[in-house]
């Protein structure tokens, strides 16, 4: 037991392996008691950061407790600087590259909870993807950076050098990092969300997809439309699924020999009709003025549902009720006339007007 190997005697060898297995199976025991427990109260709890925790812990590499137990059992032995520095600066990069994973598992377990719940709540489906990439993309630069800075790298060099590569890189790449800002922004100020149905310039469709750099819209006719999202903020868009009222105005024209006291009772038969709408709110009913070939009547109603179908069905029986009003009041509908009146004498032809020496001549 006192021969001496390596600096140290064969009592301190084995004392060092004994403290070494002891921490290591202490720490496996403690991450399966730990996650065991957690997982009880994630089983009766509602929040989702004991499931997060809990993914995090269950992450916990075996390999890193071994570096961990052999690093504890080597400070019971007397090692050369060197080789205690080494030993030192492995045990704290294996412990940074587990603090890494941990985080990754804890996003990984948060940007699934999103996606289960998409079909509830689209923002999550639409703000998980880019969160989740810019997240992780951070968090292992981060780990990066302090492992170079515990292996004796100058990061303060590395990080200016960096920066100036990584305006190089900037202005070669604008249009990409310019589509990744404006995907950050819809993630962030939500002007529409996955599910939702959009008008863009003179396309329309449903959003099925916002990524780091498209939009991609499901159009109408079946086609998929995609868009770069950089593109798509500066152009002017409609969120139709953000729709709470309608507003609807039509005209009605009637013919010239209406009598004028039809004309004073349209506007009340008009309000009349569109009142008795389920879910509408009349705005006003005016005849608005006589027009080439026409008197001119408008109606202006809000209908209070974003529905379009149902808003389509109430609009079909306000038409269908004015022809039947109008039918039996015995108004008639005007339509484009022309009537033509010749001068001098000179006998009426339709479509023929006498020229200037009172001759009949083609109009």
Same mark, same amino acid.
Request: hydrophobic share 55%; charged share 15%.
């Given at each position: 037991m006192h021969h001496v190997f390596f600096g140290n005697t064969v009592y301190q060898w084995l004392s060092a392996l004994g403290v070494a297995l002891v921490v290591m199976l202490s720490l496996w025991l403690i991450k399966h008691v730990?996650?065991? %427990?957690?997982?009880?109260? =994630?089983?009766?709890?509602? $929040?989702?950061?004991?499931? *997060?925790?809990? =993914? =995090?812990?269950?992450?916990?590499?075996?390999?890193?407790?071994?570096?961990?137990?052999?690093?504890?059992?080597?400070?019971?032995? *007397?090692?050369?600087?060197?080789? %205690?520095? /080494? *030993?030192?600066? $492995?045990?704290?990069?294996?412990?940074?590259?587990?603090?890494?994973?941990?985080?990754?598992?804890?996003?990984?377990?948060?940007?699934?909870?999103?996606?289960?719940?998409?079909?509830? +709540?689209?923002?999550?489906? $639409?703000?998980?993807? =880019?969160?989740?990439?810019?997240?992780?993309?951070?968090?292992?630069?981060? /780990?990066?950076?302090? #492992?170079?800075?515990?292996?004796?790298?100058?990061? $303060?060099?590395?990080?200016a050098?960096?920066?100036?590569?990584?305006?190089?890189?900037?202005?070669?790449?604008?249009?990409?990092?310019? +589509?990744?800002?404006?995907?950050?922004?819809?993630?962030?100020?939500?002007?529409?969300?996955?599910? +939702?149905? #959009?008008?863009? +310039?003179?396309?329309?469709?449903?959003?099925?997809?916002?990524?780091?750099?498209?939009?991609?819209?499901r159009s109408l006719g079946g086609e998929q439309l995609v868009f770069s999202n950089a593109d798509l903020l500066k152009s002017r868009l409609q969120n139709m699924s953000r729709l709470e009222t309608r507003r609807a105005a039509f005209t009605v024209s009637v013919t010239y020999d209406t009598p004028a006291a039809t004309l004073r009772a349209i506007p009340a038969m008009l309000a009349e009709i569109v009142k008795a709408q389920p879910k509408t709110r009349l705005d006003r009913s005016h005849f608005t003025g006589v027009g080439a070939s026409s008197m001119n009547f408008e109606v202006v109603y809000f209908y209070e549902s974003p529905d379009y179908l149902a808003f389509m069905d109430v609009q079909q029986e306000i038409w269908l009720r004015i022809v039947e009003r109008f039918d039996a009041e015995g108004i008639e509908y005007a339509y484009p006339t022309q009537t033509l009146q010749v001068r001098n004498g000179a006998k009426e032809i339709p479509g023929i007007t006498p020229d200037a020496g009172g001759a009949p001549a083609a109009s």
């Open positions: 730990l996650v065991r %427990r957690l997982g009880v109260i =994630a089983a009766r709890t509602a $929040t989702r950061l004991d499931d *997060v925790a809990v =993914a =995090a812990l269950e992450s916990t590499k075996l390999l890193v407790m071994a570096v961990i137990g052999l690093y504890a059992g080597s400070l019971m032995l *007397v090692l050369p600087e060197g080789v %205690r520095v /080494i *030993v030192t600066r $492995t045990a704290i990069t294996i412990g940074l590259v587990q603090g890494a994973i941990w985080g990754n598992a804890a996003l990984r377990s948060w940007l699934q909870q999103y996606y289960e719940n998409r079909a509830t +709540d689209p923002a999550r489906a $639409t703000s998980a993807a =880019a969160v989740g990439f810019i997240a992780r993309m951070v968090l292992w630069v981060v /780990i990066l950076l302090m #492992i170079l800075d515990n292996l004796g790298v100058n990061i $303060t060099t590395l990080v050098s960096l920066g100036i590569g990584g305006i190089a890189v900037a202005l070669a790449v604008q249009n990409i990092l310019g +589509d990744l800002f404006a995907s950050l922004s819809i993630v962030l100020d939500k002007p529409f969300v996955i599910g +939702d149905f #959009i008008v863009v +310039d003179k396309y329309l469709g449903t959003v099925e997809y916002v990524g780091l750099k498209t939009t991609r819209i």
